[in-house]
């Protein structure tokens, strides 16, 4: 209670004075931590432990663009697929090429190093995933983990944990696929480019979704599939499907109604997983 005043001060905010307090509790809150109820106001505590207030516990949490949970890290997720790439990077430099052709992306050929038979069409699906995280060079490593750093710490906190997770798992998996369905069987593809690229398809949908300036979005992109398509040694068949995969994702996630969010953002995301494993066994058939 302030003494010249009278008037109680806010629980959570000991300097702001208030006339208000909580229906419930009656605690004193001010107009920050105010949240309407059916008939007057609560404090944060009671909505958070469904105190009544006609919502879920969790309905008056703060929600992503794409209705995740706000997290106080916004690159959580970022650091473990870094994490990820680095301790598969390590591992290459010390196991050596063997230990490389086993996880690497390769369609359907013999391996005289294994002294066998190895690729998708072999049935070892593993490597449409283990490839995507897979590197030999320090510039090619590199390159892909400040571009996931970056890129992916602009996305994850628009997207939330579990949904970002997704999108990162799809966009290497569809880069790897597009390289499964056009590349020559015996080809070799590595890298975490299909994610990369898929977080840029992912941020040109944020940025139009947030209706910033598109101009350097565009301008970047232009960029990057300009090198894609101009650079040796590049598997642009990665870069797009990814970034194609990326984009698609994204965008049900950041349009889906709000009625049936979860519904739609997971039954797309499950569409895009149908359609890559459909292009996976069609080649295969092809193949073998």
């Known amino acids: 209670m302030d003494p010249q005043s009278g008037l109680p001060r806010c629980y959570r905010h000991p300097d702001t004075e208030t006339g208000i307090r909580c229906t419930r509790c009656e605690k004193p809150i001010c107009p920050q931590c105010m949240v309407s109820a059916s008939v007057g106001f609560q404090c944060p505590d009671c909505v958070r432990n469904g105190s009544g207030t006609g919502h879920a516990p969790d309905a008056n949490r703060p929600r992503t663009l794409a209705g995740g949970r706000v997290a106080t890290d916004g690159r959580f997720v970022t650091k473990i697929l870094i994490a990820i790439n680095l301790a598969l990077f390590i591992a290459v430099q010390v196991l050596g090429d063997r230990f490389t052709d086993q996880l690497l992306m390769i369609g359907y050929a013999y391996n005289p190093l294994l002294g066998e038979v190895v690729g998708v ?15 030999q060079e320090i510039p090619h490593f590199l390159f892909n983990m400040i571009g996931l750093w970056v890129i992916g710490g602009i996305v994850e906190p628009e997207l939330g944990r579990l949904r970002y997770t997704l999108l990162c798992l799809l966009s290497g998996l569809s880069g790897s696929v597009l390289v499964y369905l056009v590349d020559a069987p015996n080809q070799a593809s590595l890298g975490a480019s299909g994610i990369v690229y898929g977080l840029i398809g992912s941020w040109v949908v944020l940025a139009r979704r947030r209706r910033y300036d598109m101009r350097p979005v565009f301008l970047f992109v232009a960029l990057s599939l300009l090198l894609t398509f101009t650079r040796p040694g590049i598997s642009w068949e990665a870069h797009v499907g990814g970034l194609v995969g990326g984009a698609l994702v994204t965008y049900a996630m950041v349009h889906a109604p709000r009625a049936r969010r979860e519904l739609v953002q997971y039954g797309i995301c499950g569409l895009v997983l149908l359609i890559d494993l459909g292009l996976v066994l069609y080649r295969t058939a092809a193949l073998t």
Request: charged share 20%; net charge negative.
């Open 121 to 135: 069409a072999d049935g070892e699906w593993y490597r449409l995933l283990t490839s995507a995280f897979l590197h």
